[in-house]
T-cell receptor, first 114, second 114 residues
Framework: AQSVAQPEDQVNVAEGNPLTVKCTYS??????LFWYVQYPNRGLQFLLK??????LVKGSYGFEAEFNKSQTSFHLKKPSALVSDSALYFC????????????FGTGTRLTVIP | DVKVTQSSRYLVKRTGEKVFLECVQD?????MFWYRQDPGLGLRLIYF???????EKGDIPEGYSVSREKKERFSLILESASTNQTSMYLC?????????????FGPGTRLTVT
């Protein structure tokens, strides 16, 4: 069965510092991986995805994610955090059982401190 | 841009009431989804639909039903609301195009059952 794990419920980072939000996955075969962000009182917004190709994927709002097959990880990164990046971040993996739906992690709340 | 709208942002209902949550998308997407979001549990799939009049159970369908009479509209029904159904409900849609898996979300409905 496929799954994703977000080991940190909460991440705090100072404004201007680099940020990392961690995600590890467990799938059979090649993973299709996604990151979403949820701002307060809003739905989820798609940030980026890895399907195939370069291990470093660039997405919206200056975010990027690095796919690491040996470590089964897909960490979300940004070189310089903004206060407006404070939000709830979800990692997701494609369900390969035929439905091709997404299976979401439990979320990580990022707080950027001014 | 894809737009997914949900009929209510906030809803308060009494135990035992029948509750309808409506979702409309304007991008002619084949696939539509209903999730509930709870702290520490992330997003859990309730039901999804591949096409008009088609529906499939997700991971937690108990206590819920759905209706998809038109392609753009997907309704979630709580036949007899209970307090444990107090949650944030998110609707999403996705194109049926091959190898396209990202979903687009509505703003959510925060349902409180008293």
């Amino acid at each position: 069965a496929q799954s994703v794990a977000q080991p940190e419920d909460q991440v705090n980072v100072a404004e201007g510092n680099p940020l990392t939000v961690k995600c590890t996955y467990s799938v059979s075969g090649n993973p299709y991986l996604f990151w979403y962000v949820q701002y307060p009182n809003r739905g989820l917004q798609f940030l980026l995805k890895y399907i195939t190709g370069d291990n470093l994927v660039k997405g919206s709002y200056g975010f990027e994610a690095e796919f690491n097959k040996s470590q089964t990880s897909f960490h979300l990164k940004k070189p310089s955090a903004l206060v407006s990046d404070s939000a709830l971040y979800f990692c997701a993996v494609r369900d390969r059982t035929g439905a091709n739906n997404l299976f979401f992690g439990t979320g990580t709340r990022l707080t950027v401190i001014p | 841009d894809v737009k997914v709208t949900q009929s209510s942002r906030y809803l308060v209902k009494r135990t035992g009431e029948k509750v309808f949550l409506e979702c409309v998308q304007d991008m002619d997407h084949e696939n539509m989804f209903w999730y509930r979001q709870d702290p520490g549990l992330g997003l859990r799939l309730i039901y999804f639909s591949y096409d008009v009049k088609m529906k499939e159970k997700g991971d937690i369908p108990e206590g819920y039903s759905v209706s998809r009479e038109k392609k753009e509209r997907f309704s979630l029904i709580l036949e007899s609301a209970s307090t444990n159904q107090t949650s944030m409900y998110l609707c999403a849609s996705r194109t049926g195009t091959l190898r396209t898996y990202e979903q687009y979300f509505g703003p959510g409905t925060r349902l409180t059952v008293t």
